[in-house]
């Protein structure tokens, strides 16, 4: 079955960090790129970050720049985001999908699969 599986939500302090996990199955990962994407309650999705398996280029939306981090373990299929300096607007489910390349920065063409998501919320 073809899955991703998000993790490492949670609650915290404005401020603080947060590191999630994207964990794929079922599929080559090497042949796909990961994205992350969020969103808040009453908000359109919005795309936060793109890393290429390949050659690990990444990509970040300009609201996350300077503070995310995105990588991946090809040998583990797992993608991660590195969430530091978090701001109550940061608040949102995360998403990562797995599609064929990134798009116009942190989007992605050709989705194969989404997760079903994780809680990030940072109080102020």
């Known amino acids: 079955e073809v899955q991703l599986v998000e993790s490492g939500g949670g609650l915290v302090q404005a401020g603080g960090s947060l590191r999630l996990s994207c964990a794929a199955s079922?599929?080559?990962?090497?042949?796909?790129?990961i994205g992350w994407f969020r969103q808040a309650p009453g908000k359109e999705r919005e795309g936060v970050s793109c890393i290429s398996s390949n050659d690990g280029t990444t990509y970040y939306g300009d609201s996350v720049k300077g503070r995310f981090t995105m990588s991946s373990d090809n040998a583990k299929n797992t993608a991660y985001l590195q969430m530091n300096g978090l701001k109550p607007e940061d608040t949102a489910v995360y998403y990562c999908?797995?599609?064929?390349?990134?798009?116009?920065?942190?989007?992605?063409?050709?989705?194969?699969?989404w997760g079903r998501g994780t809680l990030v919320t940072a109080s102020s």
């Open positions: 079922g599929f080559t990962f090497d042949d796909y790129v």
């Open positions: 999908a797995a599609g064929s390349s990134c798009d116009a920065g942190p989007l992605i063409k050709s989705v194969l699969v």
